[in-house]
């Protein structure tokens, strides 16, 4: 008797790559670009987006999509700081947003009138990193209040990065966080690794955060 295995994640995989391509075409037709914002539960993404929706959401026509295991929580904070329609994708569980739910919050976006969408995936370190939204780029948001080891437990999401966002930064005198070290891991990591340094609440490096967004559009909006 012959025994055939099916490899059924290499064919969801697989599948969410087609989808992938498929969105990124898209969003390149309409000259949109998307950002995947990724990090632990608790980085400070959601803050972090309410303050760049205040300044740059109607500058840079930004569109926000969020992903959440439970709630809507997150897209109900960032709705207060936009008239655009916040898509909140809300998983029941699971992990990580895939190319289905991007596509399908697609829908209900006018691309005609949006240069960037910022995609606040689901906080977690590992699921994300394998799942490919048809993204421009990957930002990683890395709090001070976490150990400056992430890079090392979790070097799958680092390697598959483009930038880090060091996040909380007005904390670093209450905690024992060595920034240098932090950036020294992600590096072995990820050579590639393009750096910018925050804190939301003082707005300390936040104009930094706000020329990489307007600069993320320039090579497809042409401005």
């Not at 990193?129 to 979790?154: C, H, M, N, Q």
């Not at 104009?207 to 993320?216: C, I, M, P, T, Y």
């Amino acid at each position: 008797m012959t025994v055939r295995t099916i490899e059924v994640r290499e064919r969801v995989m697989a599948r969410n790559d087609e989808l992938a391509a498929g969105v990124r075409a898209r969003l390149a037709e309409h000259g949109v670009v998307a950002l995947n914002l990724m990090s632990s539960p608790g980085s400070g993404k959601t803050t972090l987006l309410e303050r760049t929706l205040a300044v740059l959401g109607e500058p840079l026509d930004i569109a926000v999509v969020t992903g959440d295991c439970q709630t809507q929580n997150d897209a109900d904070r960032l709705a207060a700081h936009t008239a655009r329609l916040v898509q909140a994708v809300v998983t029941g569980g699971a992990c990580h947003l895939d190319a289905l739910q991007l596509s399908d919050a697609l829908d209900h976006i006018d691309l005609g009138k949006t240069r960037l969408i910022i995609v606040e995936n689901v906080g977690n370190l590992v699921c994300p990193a394998s799942w490919d939204l048809g993204e421009k780029s990957r930002v990683i948001l890395f709090a001070v209040t976490e150990g400056e080891d992430k890079p090392l437990k979790y070097p799958k999401m680092f390697e598959k990065a483009d930038w880090v966002v060091i996040t909380k930064t007005d904390l670093l005198p209450h905690v024992p966080f060595d920034v240098e070290r932090a950036v020294r891991y992600c590096l072995q990591i990820n050579p590639r690794l393009q750096f910018i340094h925050i804190s939301a609440m003082t707005g300390h490096g936040m104009n930094a955060w706000f020329d990489f967004l307007r600069q993320s559009i320039r090579p497809l909006a042409g401005v």
